[in-house]
């Protein structure tokens, strides 16, 4: 089994930064994608920022030129930088990594972080 465990979330005024970390421990193999999602209320969860074990890294369109998703592959860690933020970036925010084993893809979940921006 993997654990997630993420860190860093809090009440930030608009325009203000939080980092998230989320380090991994336990049965790892190799961790391929880690990724940072968000559910605020009312809605779907949706996917944030993702990087890939190489350090290639995407976000959604709503974070561009704001958020920042590094990894540091021998801490099992990831971070998510997050600049200039505004009200609609409230929700918790979830750590998600996959791994695949003797054929097989295995996905762990964080149990998630509160970010709530006032305006």
């Known amino acids: 089994q993997v654990h997630l465990v993420e860190s860093g979330g809090g009440l930030v005024q608009a325009g203000g930064s939080l980092r998230l970390s989320c380090a991994a421990s336990?049965?790892?193999?190799?961790?391929?994608?880690m990724d940072w999602y968000r559910q605020a209320p009312g809605k779907q969860r949706e996917l944030v920022a993702h990087?890939?074990?190489?350090?290639?890294?995407n976000y959604a369109d709503s974070v561009k030129g704001r958020f920042s998703i590094s990894r540091d592959n021998a801490k099992k860690t990831v971070y998510l930088q997050m600049n200039s933020l505004k009200p609609e970036d409230t929700a918790v925010y979830y750590c998600?990594?996959?791994?695949?084993?003797?054929?097989?893809?295995?996905?762990?979940w964080g149990q998630g972080t509160q970010v709530t921006v006032s305006s």
């Open positions: 990087i890939t074990s190489t350090g290639t890294a």
């Open positions: 336990g049965s790892i193999f190799s961790l391929n994608v």
């Open positions: 998600h990594a996959d791994q695949i084993y003797a054929f097989a893809k295995y996905d762990y």
